[in-house]
């Protein structure tokens, strides 16, 4: 049976990895929307959403992956993160 600890830490480094990938998305987005606004003198209103709420989807859950990472590093700080 695998231990528990094991499978929380490979679910909340995956985890971390969508948040990057999210962070990465969401900044091509917005300099596609600036290349296109110094380009054409317009973006689209999809790339004028998108990119912020990318970017900040990705940091929220980058940030709680981390905070859940390091707990299950030292587990003595339960008390503390919750």
Do not use: Y
Not at 5 to 10: K, R, S, T, V
Not at 49 to 64: E, T, Y
Request: charge should be positive.
């Amino acid at each position: 049976m695998p231990n528990p600890i094991e499978l929380n830490w490979e679910h909340w480094t995956s985890q971390k990895k969508e948040g990057d990938g999210h962070i990465k998305f969401g900044v091509g987005v917005g300099a596609f929307g600036a290349g296109s606004l110094a380009l054409l003198g317009a973006t689209c209103p999809l790339c004028f959403f998108v990119a912020p709420a990318m970017v900040g989807i990705g940091v929220l859950k980058r940030r709680k992956a981390l905070q859940k990472l390091d707990q299950l590093a030292d587990p003595r700080r339960d008390d503390e993160l919750q």
